[in-house]
């Protein structure tokens, strides 16, 4: 039997790797023999689908590496939830996410809900074709720091700037963020959003930066 | 002066025109020629028709054809799609027809005259070669077998087949380039004369190029060839960014390549029209600052700027992707009047409207 260490890297490196049915095997065997799922995630799953995502940037994986690694990472951490306390899951912070009404492009979004998920913030996914008071709704109900919308065509894109105007008319205590094809970070400035993505990486950065102000600015208060 | 058919010809043989075409790959915004809702553009061939002449009349570029949306074979082979009234159909994600990869094995051939839409289609092309064959050529847009499998497997999980199932996708993907062929090869037969196929799998932005010519590269030239046989102009579209271009190339002969991103390594497009002169280049506009971020005189400028560093021959202007359907029409016509000016023909000043911005940002 492998030391655990050893056991949690082949874990990583089987993720990197899309070897599948082998990191689903390796989680239970990791829980099997004892080790903590927070241990579980931090030392096995976490570090390799990061690998997964700097081989992406890199341009060594591409789309469908990206979606399978997310896909089995998901499933791995199905397995390891149970195991999981409420805020050792999803407590880093919340998002409120989607695709904007008219648009139903969703890959780029349901990578960065994945990616967001890992590093351990909880994530409440509208899914496509969004109503902008929808955004606005879910954030009231779960007092999520941030809000994020992405467009993919040209015609979708201006109601990025209509849900950062609903969102100050509302006094709305979360920053909104926006991301998307067509979207650029000087468009994104000029409708006078919270913050812009380029991709899941980035995303996952900016969110943190914004979630440890806000929480920063909550704590001051 | 050519006719825009001459002027289209001249610029897919890369020899002398009279001044450079200019193709807005009009997609939704020439439905506001003649004030129709998308709904009626996608399912009424006569009103499709219509309207692209209409936006020809108004505009005066030289991509004239019969276009309704990405969706017309998946339908064809029974994937529900859902219709708008002012948005393209797209497949309801609800019910896509192939749930599992066994399901690629079991698309089978279907009568191509039996799809309402296409036979729509026909009914528009027919008019476009009647009422104006001689005077433009009449073009439509084919997508490449992935965009149709897509539509009914879902493209996310389409994807994750790549990975995980090659060979069943390798299977779907041949018969879908069965009706694909069967498709544009009808279409010809009706009249169209130039078709430009999508190649929106080629980049960087989805897959390798190894998964993608691994997959879709013999379905791709079986495609091309057929296109070529019927004698048609073939202009190939990849409108994302990092296009696999030299891939392209090996998938047999084209006319034209139609692009607004780079090549990974290339400095700008007067290199890519060194290397690649042999093939007319269509582009180079990125679409969303054509639509909604410039001024008809900053497109005037960039245009005429673009036709003096690519032009005149071999290279027909316009934006590399559909022109947005919320974009401003005088844009569009900027680029027309700067192939004009270009050319030395006298355009009208406009002096009203030349300095507004752009309305939708």
């Known amino acids: 039997m492998p030391a655990d260490t050893e056991l949690l890297s082949q874990l990583s490196d089987a993720l990197r790797n899309l070897e599948e049915e082998r990191v689903l095997d390796l989680t239970r065997q990791a829980l099997d023999d004892g080790r903590s799922p927070q241990d579980v995630i931090q030392h096995g799953l976490a570090p390799g689908i990061t690998e997964v995502g700097n081989l992406f940037e890199q341009g060594e994986y591409f789309l469908p590496e990206l979606l399978v690694a997310a896909d089995v990472f998901t499933t791995a951490i199905e397995i390891v939830r149970p195991h999981l306390s409420k805020t050792a899951a999803g407590g880093k912070g919340a998002v409120v996410i989607g695709t904007v009404k008219g648009d139903i492009h969703e890959i780029g979004k349901n990578v960065v809900k994945l990616m967001l998920e890992v590093a351990g913030f909880t994530v409440h996914d509208l899914g496509i074709d969004v109503p902008l008071q929808a955004f606005v709704d879910k954030q009231r109900e779960t007092g999520a720091e941030v809000v994020a919308a992405s467009a993919l065509l040209s015609s979708t894109m201006p109601q990025l700037k209509d849900l950062v105007e609903l969102a100050r008319a509302e006094k709305l205590p979360a920053a909104v963020i926006v991301g998307g094809a067509p979207v650029k970070d000087w468009l994104a400035e000029e409708y006078g959003a919270d913050g812009y993505s380029p991709d899941a990486v980035t995303a996952v950065r900016l969110v943190e930066e914004i979630v440890a102000k806000v929480r920063a600015g909550r704590g001051a208060a | 002066m050519m006719n825009s058919r001459e002027r289209m010809e001249a610029a897919f043989q ?297 032009g005149p021959t071999g290279f027909i202007l316009g934006p590399g992707c559909e022109f947005p359907q919320n974009g401003a029409f005088i844009n569009a016509r900027a680029m027309v009047d700067a192939s004009k000016e270009a050319a030395g023909v006298k355009v009208e000043p406009r002096p009203l409207s030349s300095q507004a911005a752009t309305v939708s940002a």
């Open chain 2, 14 to 310: 890369c020899k002398e025109v009279d001044r450079v075409p200019v193709f807005c790959e009009q997609g939704g915004i020439n439905r506001r020629a003649l004030g129709i809702t998308y709904y009626e553009m996608v399912t009424d061939g006569e009103k499709n028709a219509m309207t692209d002449l209409a936006w020809h009349d108004v505009i005066g570029d030289d991509g004239v054809g019969v276009y309704f949306d990405t969706g017309v074979l998946a339908e064809a082979f029974g994937q529900p799609l859902l219709y708008l009234k002012e948005e393209p159909p797209y497949p309801d994600p609800a019910q896509y027809i192939l749930k599992s990869p066994d399901d690629y094995h079991k698309i089978e051939r279907i009568d191509l005259m039996a799809a309402p839409r296409f036979r729509e289609m026909l009914k528009g092309t027919d008019i476009i070669a009647q009422r104006a064959g001689d005077e433009v050529l009449p073009r439509t847009l084919s997508i490449e077998p992935f965009v149709t499998l897509g539509g009914m497997r879902g493209m996310q999980q389409l994807l994750m087949d790549c990975r995980r199932y090659p060979d069943d996708v390798r299977v779907g993907l041949e018969r879908v380039t069965d009706m694909e062929i069967e498709y544009c090869q009808i279409l010809i037969d009706h009249g169209v004369r130039w078709i430009m196929l999508c190649h929106d799998y080629g980049n960087a932005s989805l897959m390798s190029q190894k998964m993608w010519m691994d997959l879709e590269g013999d379905c791709l030239r079986r495609l091309h060839r057929a296109i070529r046989e019927k004698g048609c102009y073939l202009l190939v579209h990849d409108c994302d960014p990092n296009p696999y271009v030299d891939a392209a190339f090996e998938l047999g002969d084209f006319d034209a390549f139609c692009l607004w991103s780079l090549p990974k390594g290339m400095a700008d497009w007067r290199e890519f029209k060194a290397k690649y002169g042999s093939v007319c280049l269509n582009g180079v506009w990125e679409p969303t600052p054509l639509g909604t971020q410039r001024t008809y005189d900053q497109v005037k400028a960039e245009s005429r700027q673009m036709i003096a560093d690519l």
